[in-house]
């Protein structure tokens, strides 16, 4: 897997959310440099994890649906006696 990239849009995004969190959840500010820190830490240890279980979850969904789409094909089957 290579290195998460995120526009800027997206890393603001992601900025804004930790800076909150921190401020909601913990009483505490963050800067927006220290929450980018956070964003290259989890991505780098974590981000794996994630995007494993994104695989794992897109490969079900597909199996799932292959599976309906043989059933389907199976019902269109013509009697042969």
Known sequence: MSDIKFSRDELDRIVHK???????????DIGAFEAEFLIDFFSKEVGMFFYNRGLF???MLFTEKADELSYLIQELEQPTI
Do not use: G, S, T
Not at 18 to 28: G, P, R, S, T, V
């Open 18 to 28: 930790i800076k909150k969190y921190f401020n909601d959840e913990l009483d505490q």
């Open 57 to 59: 979850d897109a490969h």
